[in-house]
């Protein structure tokens, strides 16, 4: 209760701040009270930074693995699926850089342009140049252009590339892009889209940054990581990514452990797929110090052993 009280006081102090006066990103200080349940490192902006050696095991979670440990934590409102997807063999990882898209106001798109002068951003191009501006190396630019596809594309292959060259990463979007097939030759570069249009961006705004914003049916925040594969998109909050990432690893040790010896007719599949005997327990510690290629270091998984409840 104390943890949803913080966060409620710190989103009232953000909405405050922001009546006070309009801004295209949060205040670095903004940003830490809406992740106040992250403690570790963080970028200069505020943005939780996660470690990249998590994000790399990340890519080995199954999607239901991720999901299933969110939901049990009562996070309902992370996954979002049916994606246009560039490369569906390659899983992509990262810190999510939040962005928001509305339909055209003039009064409200001249305010962005006036504040985004102010704040020293580029005047040349389209306002949707700016949250690309702001990607570093391991981010994902994660964008809400409200399903538009027809003159709804954020990027074509020139934006892509500067995508690339400064996250290292690629695009999930709430929205389309153009020029696919220039997309799809920027090698590493990667995509989760909802359609691609060969038309170019009209009738649109670019509101804010690294504000939360919503996909499909996912609430993601700045810093947020992201699991992106064929079966979906998960958007993990940054202070359970640790957590998340032991327990689904175990999960699938546990999995793998139980395929062999089913396949090897060991065990009945009622035996496996219940909970286990003293007998089954006993063997799968010693098949785990057997193996060899464990997910985690094998001082992490003895400190996970410690407080395991079969």
């Known amino acids: 209760m104390k943890k949803i009280a913080l966060a409620t006081i710190a989103w009232i102090c953000l909405l405050s701040i922001q009546a006070q006066a309009q801004q295209i990103t949060p205040t670095p ?13 963080r970028f200069e902006d505020g943005r939780p930074k996660v ?21 049990n934590k009562g996070y309902h409102n992370q996954y979002e699926n049916d994606w246009v997807i560039l490369d569906d063999e390659e899983v992509m990882t990262g810190r999510a850089l939040t ?12 305010l962005v342009k006036e504040i985004g002068k102010e704040e020293g951003r580029a005047q040349r191009g389209g306002t949707n140049s700016w949250p690309i ?19 709804g594309t954020l990027i074509g292959d020139n934006l892509g590339n500067a995508i690339y060259t400064n996250s290292g990463n690629g695009v999930i979007f ?21 359609g691609h249009d060969p038309s170019y961006i009209q009738q649109m705004m670019m509101t804010t940054i690294n504000y939360p914003i919503r996909i499909g049916r996912a ?17 993990i909050p940054s202070h359970l990514l640790a957590d998340l990432v032991i327990n689904a690893e175990f999960i699938m040790l546990r999995d793998e452990f139980g395929h062999q ?41 003895d400190e996970y052993m410690k407080d395991r409840n079969w």
């Not at 501006?133 to 003159?151: R, W």
């Open 174 to 194: 709430n929205g389309s892009v153009r020029d696919m097939a220039g997309l799809l030759e920027i090698e590493g570069f990667n995509g989760w889209i909802k």
């Open 51 to 71: 470690p990249d050696a998590l994000l790399e095991r990340l890519k080995g979670i199954s999607m239901e693995e991720a999901w299933g440990i969110l939901r």
């Open 219 to 235: 609430t993601v925040l700045p810093g947020d990581a992201v699991l992106a594969n064929k079966w979906g998109v998960i958007f």
């Open 133 to 151: 501006d702001q990607l570093t190396q391991g981010d994902i630019y994660v964008a809400d252009s409200y399903g538009k596809i027809v003159d």
């Open 261 to 301: 010896r089913l396949r090897e007719q060991k065990y009945t599949a009622g035996e496996i797929d219940s909970s286990w005997s003293d007998e089954i327990k006993k063997d799968f510690l010693n098949w785990l110090n057997e193996k060899q290629d464990l997910p985690m270091s094998r001082e992490e998984l």
């Open 99 to 110: 962005a928001q898209y509305m339909p055209l106001r003039d009064d409200v798109n001249d």
């Open 29 to 41: 200080e903004q940003i830490i009270a809406l992740t106040s349940a992250w403690e570790g490192e």
